[in-house]
Structure formats: structure tokens, C-alpha cells
């Protein structure tokens, strides 16, 4: 059984940081492309980065580049979310996915996807 387990939210002001972290089980994490998207209940995904298994190939959405950075670390299942200068529009609750397709991570038709992290940014 797939397994995703977000941490590292909460609430923070703007020009802050914070990194997400999601571990996973039950998959051979290193095969399978990761990402995080964010969505509020009610509102559309919105995909906001993307890695591909060996991290050779990275993808961030235009309202987050430059800010935030995606990695991982295979050894320990475990892929990151460095999010700086947040802003309010940050605000969202982020969920780490994963797919055996980059291209279903990247556009947010994941097979698999945890339980989310409340990131809320204050001004």
C-alpha cells in the first residue's frame, strides 16, 4: 500500500520560509516521479513542482519559481519543498504526489498523493 506523509507546514509571515518534507512507503521511491500541488476545497490543483526519480529533470510552476526549490533524497524516500519569500497567495494546503509518469505528476493527474500540510501565510 502506497504511502505519502507530509510535515513541515504551518504559519508563517510573508518574506518567511519553509520546507515540506513527504516520506513514502510502499512504492520503490527512486522509480517514481514527485511533486506537490496545492488546493484549497473548492478550488482547482494547482501543480506547483515536480522531480523527476534520479532528479534530473525539475519543474516549477511560473507563480513559484524562483521561490521554491524542489529535491529529494532517495536513500531516504523522502522528497522537499524549500518555499521562500512566501506570500499570502501561498496560502493553500500542499500535497505531496507521486505517479510512475513525470508528465501525470506535472500536470496533476497523480495516482497517489497524501493527506496534506496547512501552509497559512500572515501579512
Known amino acids: 500500500q502506497v504511502r505519502l506523509v507530509e510535515s513541515g507546514g504551518g504559519l508563517v509571515h510573508t518574506g518567511d520560509s519553509l520546507r515540506l518534507s513527504c516520506t513514502a512507503s510502499?512504492?520503490?521511491?527512486?522509480?517514481?516521479?514527485m511533486g506537490w500541488f496545492r488546493q484549497a476545497p473548492g478550488k482547482e490543483r494547482e501543480v506547483v513542482a515536480a522531480?523527476?526519480?534520479?532528479?534530473?529533470?525539475?519543474y516549477l510552476a511560473d507563480s513559484v519559481k524562483g521561490r521554491f526549490t524542489i529535491s529529494r533524497d532517495n536513500t531516504k524516500k523522502t522528497v522537499y519543498l524549500q518555499m521562500n519569500s512566501l506570500k499570502v497567495e501561498d496560502t493553500d494546503v500542499y500535497y505531496c504526489?507521486?505517479?510512475?509518469?513525470?508528465?501525470?505528476?506535472?500536470?496533476?493527474?497523480?495516482?497517489?498523493w497524501g493527506q496534506g500540510t496547512q501552509v497559512i501565510v500572515s501579512s
Open positions: 504526489s507521486a505517479d510512475a509518469t513525470y508528465n501525470k505528476v506535472k500536470n496533476g493527474g497523480v495516482r497517489y
Open positions: 510502499g512504492l520503490l521511491f527512486s522509480d517514481y516521479p
Open positions: 522531480i523527476s526519480g534520479g532528479a534530473e529533470v525539475t
